[in-house]
């Protein structure tokens, strides 16, 4: 195992790694068994590992418990490709289902990782070595548009985990046997996960999720989002508490997996009303990305179905449609989720949708021109209902109307509470391009110091600070970032952001989420950061999740930073970076925050799906994407607030002019919006 095998192992699993410590290891008998052991028993605060976190005492203290395996060596059974594999599990008809499952893996490579690589970059840089004596190695990971390229690459490295968890409880005397059992137990094993999912589910096939959005109306295996019966077995799979996907990094840890209100008392107030910070469940099971989209699906259509009286797709299959006295076949509903979309030789549109009972083909003649653009729109695993008739071999749906969950026309906008929210994001502490004059002219502003007295108004009326991500421009986002940062460690980054917030004044409560560019996982829903990080924060400042629902003295908002902005502009037509209010407004439509499955946003399967919208707040802030807008929709403001980071080199590369130093200040009582100004 060379110097970069090390490296990019280490990479893989979230963390950076000295130089020192990369000689350590590869020096040791079994660099590749000591590898493994130091990334499992890690510290959860620790970014970097340096040579005092090569514990050889530990090491081979544990080797000794163990003992060796019979008829194995070192690390035999983990380098089996796996092609060589024989297993049940993998036949031709499920192999699919691995492939696509461990591509997946690849996003909940857990914590503090801040190597994504941002849209439309380069998939990966060389090990920077500028300065080998004192600088650890960092490498850039794929972004996930190119998860379905890294599917086979990913696949040996997730076979071969679950072997070592098993092999330690099972021994087989052939190795290949021992595999072949290791992967057949994990596949069946995480069936339990579920306790909602049934022995057999009609109509239902093997796959929950597609790897890659570009690929999936080209060559689409047959697929569904809620996922085969598996038969249970008896499991010898090693505890949780050794899986490398665990959850770490959270700033605020919780015995207890079930989701809790946090209240904070105080002048002013804040409920936390959802945040995954502490109760992500997730550890990559097959079966927890079919639980996912079952509760996506019956969330949603539960909305839905308020406004349409929808049958079961398996009911279509099972009965004949006559002809009514006019000629016309009836009209029927169904609720389901977007699998598939393609445009015939003709110019219609036909799309697939799925229910756990099934799924139907739906066609939208291009002659209907209102709906046909509704159908235009469609994106890939959102819930919609469809209403039409039934073809007279059953197998078509001519659709008449699209129904999406979108916002009811009654909702209504509280009033009661007083004072101003500001609302900001992506600060981006560490940058060379960081505005810090008009970010200090901010500050000042804040503590009532600005040299207009309309200001210095608005300032005595603020009683919230919400910041949607990106707090620090991080640390191997993207390749030669280190030539764009004034501050090269991440830690002395959030240290220098927080000398920043303690100039804020006490009485404004400020409420920070992270972002892509932060100290957590990549994979989305993302918890707070890190208790390590929070510390050095005055104690008016409250840490959430990303998405959070969070409760302002009776004002809901949504914080969100804003990720898949990047895959609505790109898939939806009219929808641009310039009117980033525009991407939210979809995602209201559709109540979910990141439609999509499998595209730039790497998503975390948890229990619950976080992205729902549900309940519906009174405001949306979203971040990420650097431009200002904002927006209004049946009584929710939508803010996409812009940055405090001029144009960087990636940008100018693609055309993007970010609104820097613009301040939306939400007055509480009438969502009233004004835009300050700082450059």
């Excluded at 002013?268 to 927890?288: A, F, K, R, W």
């Excluded at 807008?629 to 405090?644: A, E, F, I």
């Amino acid at each position: 195992m060379n110097e970069i095998d090390i490296v990019r192992a280490v990479i893989e699993e979230g963390y950076q790694i000295s130089p020192q410590a990369v000689e350590l290891i590869k020096l040791s008998n079994s660099p590749e068994n000591l590898l493994k052991y130091i990334l499992s028993t890690i510290d959860d605060c620790v970014f970097v590992i340096e040579p005092e976190h090569v514990d050889l005492k530990g090491f081979e203290t544990s080797k000794t418990v163990s003992g060796p395996i019979s008829g194995t060596s070192p690390g035999t059974v983990s380098q089996i490709a796996p092609d060589k594999i024989s297993s049940p599990a993998l036949e031709p008809a499920d192999s699919h289902i691995v492939k696509a499952f461990d591509s997946a893996l690849d996003a909940l490579k857990e914590p503090e990782s801040f190597s994504s690589v941002e849209p439309d970059m380069v998939s990966s840089a060389d090990v920077s070595d500028s300065n080998p004596e004192t600088k650890p190695y960092i490498l850039s990971s794929q972004g996930s548009d190119s998860i379905s390229d890294s599917i086979s690459d990913s696949i040996s490295d997730s076979v071969s985990d679950s072997v070592s968890d098993s092999v330690s409880d099972s021994v087989s005397d052939s190795v290949s046997d021992s595999v072949s059992d290791s992967v057949s137990d994990s596949v069946s094993d995480s069936v339990s996960v579920s306790d909602s999912v049934s022995e057999s589910i009609p109509g239902s096939l093997s796959n929950p999720f597609y790897p890659s959005a570009s690929s999936r109306s080209v060559d689409k295996p047959a697929s569904s989002f809620f996922g085969h019966a598996v038969s249970p077995s008896t499991s010898n799979r090693a505890s949780r508490e050794d899986s490398l996907f665990s959850n770490h990094g959270n700033s605020f840890p919780s015995s207890s997996r079930n989701e809790e209100v946090r209240y904070l008392p105080g002048r002013n107030p804040v409920t936390v009303l959802s945040d995954i910070t502490g109760h992500s469940t997730c550890v990559g099971e097959y079966m927890q990305f079919v639980q996912y989209f079952k509760d996506r699906y019956s969330r949603l259509s539960e909305i839905i179905r308020g406004r349409m009286n929808a049958r079961p797709i398996e009911s279509l299959k099972r009965r004949s449609f006559r002809r009514g006295s006019d000629g016309n076949t009836e009209e029927i509903s169904i609720i389901g989720m977007v699998s598939d979309i393609s445009t015939t030789t003709n110019g219609h549109k036909i799309f697939s949708i799925e229910d756990p009972t099934g799924s139907f083909s739906v066609l939208i003649r291009n002659s209907d021109k209102e709906l046909f653009e509704l159908a235009s729109r469609l994106l890939l695993d959102e819930v919609i209902g469809v209403t039409g008739s039934v073809t007279n071999d059953g197998k078509l749906m001519l659709a008449t109307k699209l129904l999406q969950p979108d916002v009811p026309n009654s909702v209504q906008r509280r009033t009661g509470s007083h004072g101003k929210a500001v609302l900001i994001s992506d600060v981006h502490v560490g940058s060379s391009q960081f505005l810090e004059d008009s970010w200090l002219d901010f500050l000042d502003f804040l503590k009532g110091e600005s040299d207009s007295e309309d200001m210095r108004e608005i300032a005595a009326q603020v009683r919230y600070l919400v910041v949607a991500g990106d707090l620090v421009d991080g640390i191997g986002i993207y390749p030669d970032q280190e030539m764009e940062l004034d501050i090269l460690d991440v830690y002395e980054q959030y240290r220098k952001a927080a000398e920043y917030f303690r100039e804020v004044p006490e009485h404004i409560h400020v409420i920070i989420s992270p972002g892509n560019h932060d100290a957590v996982r990549q994979a989305e829903p993302q918890p707070a950061l890190p208790e390590r990080i929070c510390a050095d924060f005055p104690s008016n400042v409250t840490f959430v999740g990303n998405p959070a629902l969070v409760d302002l003295d009776g004002v809901r908002i949504l914080i969100y930073h804003g990720r898949s902005i990047d895959d609505l502009v790109a898939s939806v037509p009219g929808v641009s970076y310039q009117e980033p209010a525009g991407a939210v407004l979809e995602m209201l439509k559709r109540r979910h925050l990141a439609p999509t499955y499998g595209s730039r946003v790497s998503i975390s399967p948890e229990k619950k799906d976080y992205f729902i919208i549900d309940p519906v707040p009174d405001i949306i802030h979203t971040g990420h994407v650097h431009t200002l807008g904002v927006q209004r929709y049946k009584n929710v403001l939508l803010v996409n607030s812009g940055t405090w980071q001029a144009q960087t080199e990636f940008q100018k590369r693609v055309n993007l002019m970010p609104v820097p130093a613009r301040v939306p200040v939400v007055d509480l009582a009438d969502f009233d919006v004004k835009i300050l100004a700082f450059d």
